[in-house]
């Protein structure tokens, strides 16, 4: 069995939260998270973008630049990048080989373990700067286990409330986990309730605060990730990254960096004519602010959306929004793992002339994409788990960055 093999193995573990079992890892693999200059993100949306964006201005300055995120769209090297570089196959080999036993011995789950090689890999390659995006809430999230130089806070919202907890105030508390002691906190606007949260957190911890503005620093940069949340992401970035005392940054390297950015799967053009989006937004907040983009799009002909989610999602707030905006709606089911039923997903869609339901999601893209006109415009949305067949049907790479 190949490493890559193996690690997909133990992902049937499931999650576990707690940081326990990835301390006993990390110490077992020597630690390589201590030392490493780490900024965490944590959030409900935005994570891998703001992640991205942090990421690709430190490149542009010259930094050598540690990124980690999840999930995957196509491949677990994803994940763990250097420099936009994803890790290799003997890298992750080198690494199970080596430290398989200490798996196994501490019950680590799969995203225990991908965290721990992540902090490997950076460690190795001795990084200037290692970003780490959050896999699940904050306070019992393995990445947690870092000790960084700066957190970072996306806005919260509903998402995962079977875990988090029902409401914006125990979501943001998990979420909040992750300020440290005497650690700039540098937050994006927020939910009342989540700022309030945010707040006690911070005083607690004795982190200073930073709230973003959103009226000022990007005001005529352009940004390589489509869409209006993307500004505010992009604000995020650069109050990270100038509130870092560690970091020498000039307005150039800002403005290369998110120039050249790049985000797979949030408001991905596919193909330009016709028109052909790809968006992971999987929740409801995520997936209107693609619909604020789309409309921006001002489609003169028919548009079709196909939306494949994940158990347990609720989209029943913006569900209405979806019918008042495309023509066709066809319900599907992911290739991941809980995926939503399509019958269950249509539940959600009160007008069912212009609703359909296909269960395969090769056939629902491939029929689609077949009745398009030149005028029309197809989005593809609801999914991480989405990608590897958006990449077997339109050949596109999720590679390098």
Known sequence: MNSIQYLLNIESKGIKLGLERTRD??????????GLRSIQVAGTNGKGSVCAMIANILQSAGYKTGLFTSPHLVSINERIRINGYPILNSEIDEFITNNKLHIENTNSTFFETMTALGFWHFKKHNVDFA???????GRLDSVSVCEPIATVLTPISLDHVEILGPTI???AFEKAGIIKKNVPCII???NEQALEVIKIKCAEMNAPIHLVNNNNKIKNIFINIPGKIQKENANLAIETITKIK?????????INGLKTVKW??????IQKKPLIIFDVGHNASGIKSFLDYF???KIQGKTTIIIALQAR????SISYNIQTKFNTIICTETGGRNPMPAKELAKYFSNKKNLKIITNIEFAIQNSVKSLCSNDALAIIGSHYIGSTINKIFNISFEKY
């Open 188 to 190: 994006s606007q927020q």
């Open 169 to 171: 105030a125990d979501i």
């Open 246 to 254: 560690e970091i020498n940054i000039s307005s150039s390297d800002i």
């Open 313 to 316: 999602k609720n989209i029943s």
């Open 131 to 137: 970003i780490m995006e959050t896999g699940l809430g």
């Open 264 to 269: 797979y799967g949030r408001n991905q053009h």
């Open 25 to 34: 890892l990390m110490n077992k693999c020597g630690n390589p998270h201590l």
């Open 295 to 297: 409309k921006s799009l």
